[in-house]
């Protein structure tokens, strides 16, 4: 195991109970807050769920960590989710 950078794929530590956990609080309609120290794995588990979502699902991952002023959250989030659905399917 390693700690560092975002790890995805044969390098990922599995955690079904945090996994499942997850994916019932989204199911739930909840919004969800991952509050751990540095280093232990919250954007990998992310990445696995953004990678590997439930059929039904499309996850969208938005790092806002440098955004200061709502409006600009508001506009990454647009330009992440919205932007890239219509941009592969143009005629809805």
Known sequence: MST????????????????????????????VLLLAPRRVGKSSLITHIKDQPKSGYAVIYVLCKLVIMSRAFIKKCYVKSIVPTILKNPKR
């Open 4 to 31: 560092g950078n975002i790890v995805t794929g044969d390098n990922y530590f599995p955690r079904p109970a945090d996994e499942k956990k997850l994916w019932r609080h989204l199911s739930d309609g909840a919004h």
